[in-house]
């Protein structure tokens, strides 16, 4: 049974930092991990992505050079590096994952993210970025 178990949230000022962790547990090759997020009242969001088998990463354009995704293979974890926060960066951040490199075909073709690509879900990190 594949676990995706996510830490690291927690509250922080406007313009500080914080580091998400996710791990699979279950199956160690996982093809797309990638991180949402859902603030209440609004929709989910796809924040960022990373292919596994070759780094390639897709970012939403609200954090495009504020927020890094990166991987640790051996670990099983991808990290998601935040700086800079702003307060509608407010949310709980979820991470997700899946075998497949849908992942990929849907950040290339269409520049988006999709919860379709993902098949395993954590239960989610809050972050809470105060003015």
């Known amino acids: 049974q594949v676990q995706v178990v996510e830490s690291g949230g927690g509250s922080v000022q406007a313009g500080g930092s914080l580091r998400l962790s996710c791990q699979t547990r279950g199956y160690n090759y996982m093809g797309c991990m990638g991180w949402f997020r859902q603030a209440p009242g609004k929709d989910r969001e796809g924040v960022g992505s990373i292919y596994n088998i070759d780094g390639r990463t897709w970012y939403t354009d609200s954090v495009k050079g504020r927020f890094t995704i990166s991987q640790d293979i051996a670990k099983s974890t991808v990290y998601l590096q935040m700086n800079s926060l702003r307060p509608d960066d407010t949310a709980m951040y979820y991470c997700?994952?899946?075998?497949?490199?849908?992942?990929?075909?849907?950040?290339?073709?269409?520049?988006?993210?999709?919860?379709?690509?993902?098949?395993?879900w954590g239960q989610g990190t809050q972050v809470t970025v105060s003015s």
């Open positions: 997700a994952a899946d075998r497949s490199s849908r992942c990929v075909t849907t950040f290339q073709n269409y520049d988006i993210m999709t919860g379709a690509d993902f098949s395993y």
